[in-house]
């Protein structure tokens, strides 16, 4: 299976909020890393036709998926970066509501929801109302719902929002299985959702995709700009308010050890180190996180 976008383009009004992307992908996680504003969501929303492209095309397998109508819409999960629920509804009920618009028999729908809802951790809360759910727990019924088809594409748009660091792992577990046969696009800015799983990276800005490859080839992308310098505490914050910091480590004898993503050494003994995604990150919208 193969999905394409073919100088896939949306404009609003004079604002172009994706500017002729082309891709191809295949099975597997695709992590969509930018800030907020690169276009993420408006791409994402375009791939599961919510949204029609000023120009360009999506192809599924070569054929164009606007002209494929329901066949396309059926292989479709999604979850949107505003996921609406029903506050009065238990998960239980919202999941066979889902179940049945997707086409589901009440008997079918109900295994499946509560398998489902064991996955994602949810399955001693299915009949709570999801109006009492905490954010995480209303996330990962999100995230429920968008498998209940067993979609061959499945979107999720900053899906690990509202989730603790142990319902992360738990997340990138559950997808990380779920995509080897499938096609996973998992737009965040949140580099540690993407770095363990994704098996390939689209890196966009400014509407366009500016980098492409496997997990290592992007982070290669970054070698020679990354820098550990030891310095003494109040120049790290010094440092802190003028360039690219990933990182501080303070010492107990008022020094600190600064990690910068830089062109150049930004002090005289800075010793370059390994990138990281993180580093990536920051090299190439470091300019948008300082504003």
Known sequence: MELTFDRLSKQFGARIAVDRVSATLTPGVIGLLGANGAGKTTLMRMVCDVLRPTGGQILL???????LGDEYRALLGYLPQDFGYYPDFSALDFMRYMATLKGFSSRDG???????????????????????????MKQRLGIAQAMLNDPA???????????????????RNLIAGFAQDKIVILSTHIVSDVEFIASRILVMRAGQFVMDGTPEEVVAQAAGKVWECHVPAHQAEAMSASLAVANVRYATDGHAVVRVVADNAPTP?????????EDLYLHVFQDVATK
Do not use: C, H
């Open 269 to 277: 003994d800075a010793k370059p180190v390994e990138p990281n995604l």
């Open 110 to 136: 109900r295994a499946r929801s509560m398998q489902l809802l064991e996955e994602v951790g949810l399955a001693d809360d299915a009949k709570r109302k999801v109006k009492t759910y905490s954010g995480g």
């Open 61 to 67: 397998d070569g054929r164009d998926a606007t002209s």
């Open 153 to 171: 594409i499945l979107v999720l748009d900053e899906p690990t929002a509202g989730l603790d660091p142990k319902e992360r792992v738990r997340f």
